[in-house]
Structures are given as C-alpha cells and as structure tokens.
C-alpha cells in the first residue's frame, strides 16, 4: 500500500496538478484509515502484548534516523 501512495505523491509532484495532489490527499487518508482503523486492530488481537511492545519501539510511518538509546 504504501508504494502505491508513492507513486501517486511523485505523479502530483511531476504533473505539479492541483486535482493529482487532491487525489493524493485523499489516498493517503484512506492509507492511514486502513491501517489504523483496520489492520493494527486485527494485528493487537492476534499478537497481544508483543505487538504493543512493537508499536512502543517501532515509529508508525517515518523511521528514525538515529538508533534507539
């Protein structure tokens, strides 16, 4: 999902079109919705404390730069 949303940013950035970079707003909330509101539940309900010990060192959508201390 997420390279597709790429794909669609670098096509509103190229074309530089006010209609692409809506298009690409909206995908993106969508992205974020099924995410949030979908997978990561499905994920808790499945894998319980690990993957609340995930979500606590694991940044969401943008990694870190520095490592953890």
Same mark, same amino acid.
């Given at each position: 999902m997420a390279a597709e949303v790429l794909v669609i940013w670098g096509e509103a950035l190229y074309f +530089?079109?006010?209609? &692409? &970079?809506?298009y690409a707003v @909206? &995908? +993106?909330m969508? @992205? %974020? @919705? @099924?995410v949030r509101y979908v997978e990561e539940p499905e994920l808790r309900k499945r894998f319980?404390?690990? %993957?609340?010990e995930y979500c606590?060192? &694991? $940044?969401?959508?943008? $990694?870190?730069i520095r490592p953890r201390t």
């Open positions: +530089s079109n006010l209609g &692409v &970079v809506l @909206a &995908v +993106s969508g @992205a %974020y @919705a @099924a319980g404390a690990r %993957y609340e606590r060192l &694991v $940044p969401r959508w943008v $990694p870190r």
